[in-house]
């Protein structure tokens, strides 16, 4: 009987529901809502998008067979739901990437309607052609592709990555001195200076920044190919660093989204070009050990020796994510969020930089890691996520991945971040504990499909719906969402099916018999609580009808 009241329920839920509603309620955001990070929602390297009453989150994982980059979507920022299938078809005919898919990041232009999607692959095939090295180890680049809706199906404009080649120059490139398994640098900085100089940059967690009507992208430079002398360890170590370069403004305005993001012309070829495998353009270092060391970077520069040579003496900064805050006299201030360490290990977190210039100079933070595990709270291995903004002015969140425990998956989190543009400070609320939802949620509202459940047949259906202030659905099949149904003045009615958004009646009814709904969320010790718009329930009560003679065929 529930499979088939399952069946009766997802018919109903494509359409809208509409019918009735629960009493109006004063817009007040006050409620007595919470959520708690539940960590049910498996994801990696999360950009969260607000379009149209939700919050989107794309990740590396999380797609169904068939396609790339998981999507979910949330009234909340905490009861995630995931779309069916995934943001790129595996298919797509432009697919220039064959592996490592990772970090997407989505942004939607209102007057276009377009949605682009930045993400990093390895390439298929051409390595040389982009790398001048066959055997290059780590040949990611950056793909842009475009829909018209946030869940897709996204098509990657043209048939190639994005046409940036970015060139360093000055890198004596000590992998021509290395063997073939790449593992062992030069052991004096003398060695490696012997090496030729010139290298490309692979590049992988792309970030969008629009300022004042500029458009920067930020990346991470693969640690591979990037090995740099530590003067207090006396060694190379092989780093990800973060860089920079401006983008041309055509692609965003483009009404068809058929036009591919370029770099700045002043970027373009500034290192000069080459034969094989072609131009040589330029970017802007943003963050980097070496200019601006942490100790709390460090986990895993000796690697090498603990893992007996099966792994590199490494660096990371990635992940990053840029946002902007006015400080009191008017100036702006700068914040980039930044992930360091193996996304395995206990050390990895978060740390920030600030700037007054979106391209720097950067200065980290010596408050750093401002996100970090806490075996206390069962939060693990936290890091790479983006900022997000409430609706409410100056409200923000932060939306990374972590681990409940430190075997697991990675997870969807969900922190507010403070920023003080006049201190220079940024916070993440760190929690697995209840938390107030976020401002322009409440007051929720239940609506059904029926303005009275109608048993004159003996049977009667309803089915439901719990909205936000902004329109989105809630999803009832999650379980942090509930809502519960109680006949009232109901003998001889009986709730035969239940499903988490409708149900089935049977009987016959007396005058006064109704059908009262109660909308429930969890919170973190488990408990259910009745949630109200202030000091209102969330609740609905939709008339039963029919039979008041108990005449009713009670199949």
């Not at 004596?172 to 490696?192: C, F, S, Y």
Request: charged share 25%.
């Amino acid at each position: 009987m529930l499979s088939r009241w399952r069946r009766i329920a997802a018919a109903l839920s494509v359409l809208p529901v509409a019918a009735g509603t629960s009493a109006p309620q004063e817009r007040s955001a006050s409620t007595n809502a919470t959520y708690y990070n539940d960590a049910r929602t498996p994801g990696a390297d999360p950009f969260v998008l607000r379009a149209g009453g939700y919050y989107y989150a794309y990740t590396t994982e999380g797609a169904d067979e068939g396609f790339h980059f998981g999507i979910y979507r949330s009234p909340d920022l905490a009861t995630w739901e995931r779309i069916p299938g995934g943001a790129l078809p595996v298919d797509d005919p432009g697919q220039w990437g064959g592996d490592w898919f990772w970090a997407p990041e989505v942004y939607h232009n209102p007057k276009t309607g377009k949605y682009f999607m930045f993400y990093s692959a390895r390439l298929a095939e051409g390595v040389a052609e982009h790398f001048d090295h066959p055997d290059f180890e780590e040949p990611s680049k950056i793909g842009v592709a475009v829909a018209d809706s946030p869940t897709g199906p996204f098509r990657n404009i043209g048939d190639a990555p994005l046409d940036y080649r970015p060139y360093d120059p000055h890198y004596h490139d000590v992998n021509r001195l290395m063997d073939a398994e790449q593992k062992k640098p030069p052991e004096t900085l003398e060695e490696g200076r012997t090496a030729p100089l010139g290298v490309y940059l692979p590049a992988i967690d792309p970030n969008v920044f629009f300022d004042d009507g500029r458009i920067f992208l930020y990346f991470s430079r693969n640690a591979y190919r990037n090995w740099v002398w530590d003067r207090g360890l006396g060694k190379y170590v092989e780093e990800a660093d973060i860089n920079a370069v401006e983008l041309t403004g055509d692609w965003w305005h483009d009404p068809h989204g058929s036009t591919a993001p370029e770099i700045r012309p002043e970027y373009r070829g500034v290192h000069g070009d080459s034969a094989e495998p072609g131009r040589r353009d330029g970017f802007v270092p943003i963050l980097d050990h070496a200019g601006d060391p942490q100790e709390w970077e460090d986990a895993h520069v000796h690697d090498y020796a603990r893992s007996g040579g099966r792994l590199k003496d490494r660096r990371w900064a990635e992940g990053s994510s840029v946002v902007r805050a006015q400080r009191t006299d008017g100036r702006p201030l700068y914040f980039l969020t930044y992930s360091a360490n193996n996304f395995q290990n206990a050390s990895y977190g978060v740390g920030y930089a600030v700037a007054e210039h979106p391209l720097g100079p950067w200065r980290k933070s010596g408050a750093n890691p401002v996100l970090h595990q806490d075996e206390q709270l069962g939060l693990y291995s936290t890091g790479h996520g983006s900022a997000v903004d409430g609706q409410r002015p100056g409200e923000r969140y932060y939306v990374f991945h972590g681990r409940p425990a430190p075997d697991t998956d990675r997870r969807l989190y969900t922190g507010a971040l403070h920023l003080d543009p006049d201190a220079g400070s940024l916070d993440i609320t760190e929690s697995t504990a209840d938390e107030p939802v976020p401002s322009g949620v409440a007051p929720y509202e239940i609506s059904t499909d029926v303005d009275e459940v109608d048993l004159t047949s003996g049977r009667g259906a309803v089915s439901w719906a719990v909205r936000t202030a902004g329109g989105g659905r809630m999803d009832l099949a999650h379980p942090a969402n509930r809502v519960v149904p109680e006949i009232r003045n109901g003998e001889g009615v009986s709730l035969v099916e239940h499903g988490p958004d409708g149900a089935v009646l049977r009987g016959s009814p007396r005058d006064g018999a109704s059908l009262v709904l109660r909308y429930q969320r969890q919170r973190a010790d488990g408990r259910y609580v009745d949630i109200r718009n202030g000091a209102a329930p969330v609740q609905r009560e939709v008339p039963v009808v029919g039979c008041p003679d108990g005449s009713c065929d009670p199949r």
